[in-house]
C-alpha cells in the first residue's frame, strides 16, 4: 500500500506546476538595465544627463530671474533650446533597450533622429553665433543663427529620412555591426564636415582672423574638444565600415561621450558665463553705487 502511495505521487509530480523563486527584478526591468548594451553603459549615458537636468532644475529660478534682467534674445533662445535637447537627450539615454526591441526599430530610429537633430541644431547655432563675431546680441543675430541652424538641419533631416525611409537602412541601429556600407559611408561624411568645420575655426584661431572670433577661452576650448571628438569619430566610422571590430568599439565610445558631456559641455562654454558676467555686473552697480555714496571716502585719507 505504502509503494502505490508513493507511486501516485511520483506520477503525479510532474502534473504539478512549478514555482520559481520569485526575482526581486521584474524581466522587463531586467532587460532595461542589463541587456542590449549593458549595465555600464546605460549607466554612462543616463547619470551624467540625470544629474545635469537637476542641476539645471535647481538653477532654473536663478537664471530665469538673469535672462529676463539681461533681456538677451540670443541667450533666452538658447537656454529654452538645451532645456528642450536635455530633455529629450534624457529620454534617449533611458529607453536604450528599444534599439535591441523587435518592433521598435521604427520608434527607436524616429526618436534618435529627433533628438541628434536637436543637439546638432545647438552644435551648428554655436558655431553661427561665433562667425558673427565678438560681440552679438539683439533679435537680429538671433534671427540669422537660426535660419541658418534651421536650414542645415533641414537638409540633415532629409537626408537621413532618405536613407532610413526610401533606402530601408536603420542609421541608428548599431548592433548589426558594419552590415550596411551606405550607412557608414554617410556617418563618415558627416563627420568629416563637423571635422573640417571645426577644424577651420581652430585654423581661424592662429590666424590673423582670430579677431573675428570671441576672445574667450572656453570658446578655444570647445572648439579643441569638439574637433578631436568628431576626428575620433571619423576614425570609428571609417574602420566599421571597412569591418574593423575596433572601429566599432570606438564608434559606441564617442557616441556615449556625446550624449554624455555634451550639453553640459555646452551649458559651460556659452550659457554659464554669461550668468556670471551677470553676476559679476551686478557686483560692480553695487561697487559704483556705494563709491558714488562716500562709503569708500576715508580709504584716500
Given amino acids: 500500500m505504502r509503494d502505490l502511495q508513493e507511486s501516485l505521487t ?3 509530480l510532474p502534473n504539478l506546476p512549478i514555482t520559481a523563486a520569485s526575482s526581486p527584478i521584474s524581466p522587463r526591468f531586467y532587460d532595461w538595465l542589463f541587456e542590449c548594451h549593458g549595465f555600464w553603459h546605460n549607466v554612462a549615458l543616463i547619470v551624467p544627463n540625470l544629474l545635469f537636468i537637476l542641476y539645471l532644475s535647481f538653477q532654473a ?5 538673469k535672462l529676463t534682467q539681461g533681456r538677451s534674445y540670443v541667450i533666452i533662445a538658447y537656454y529654452a533650446c538645451l532645456w528642450l535637447a536635455s530633455l529629450l537627450n534624457l529620454f534617449w539615454c533611458s529607453f536604450q533597450a528599444w534599439e535591441c526591441t523587435p518592433g521598435k526599430e521604427l520608434v527607436w530610429n524616429l526618436l534618435s533622429l529627433f533628438t541628434t537633430s536637436g543637439m546638432l541644431f545647438l552644435e551648428v547655432s554655436l558655431v553661427a553665433f561665433l562667425f558673427q563675431g565678438n560681440h ?3 533679435l537680429e543675430a538671433l534671427t540669422k543663427t537660426f535660419v541658418v541652424s534651421g536650414l542645415v538641419i533641414g537638409l540633415d533631416l532629409l537626408l537621413k529620412a532618405i536613407y532610413m525611409f526610401g533606402f530601408g537602412i536603420p542609421l541608428f541601429i548599431d548592433s548589426d555591426d558594419h552590415t550596411h556600407p551606405l550607412k557608414w559611408n554617410l556617418w563618415v561624411i558627416h563627420r568629416l564636415v563637423l571635422t573640417a568645420v571645426y577644424g577651420f575655426i ?7 582672423w582670430r579677431e573675428r572670433l570671441p576672445a574667450r577661452p572656453a570658446f578655444y576650448n570647445y572648439i579643441a574638444v569638439m574637433f578631436s571628438m568628431n576626428a575620433l569619430a571619423l576614425l570609428a566610422c571609417a574602420l566599421t565600415g571597412s569591418g574593423a571590430g575596433f572601429g566599432f568599439w570606438l564608434y559606441g565610445a564617442t557616441i556615449v561621450c556625446y550624449h554624455a558631456f555634451y550639453l553640459p559641455l555646452l551649458y559651460v562654454t556659452f550659457l554659464a558665463d554669461f550668468f556670471q558676467e551677470e553676476d559679476l555686473h551686478l557686483e560692480n552697480v ?3 553705487e556705494m563709491k558714488d555714496a562716500g562709503f569708500f571716502d576715508g580709504d584716500w585719507e
Fill in 61 to 65: 529660478k536663478k537664471s530665469f530671474s
Fill in 202 to 208: 581652430l585654423f581661424m584661431y592662429h590666424s590673423k
Fill in 286 to 288: 553695487y561697487y559704483s
Fill in 10 to 12: 511520483v506520477s503525479a
Fill in 136 to 138: 552679438v546680441s539683439g
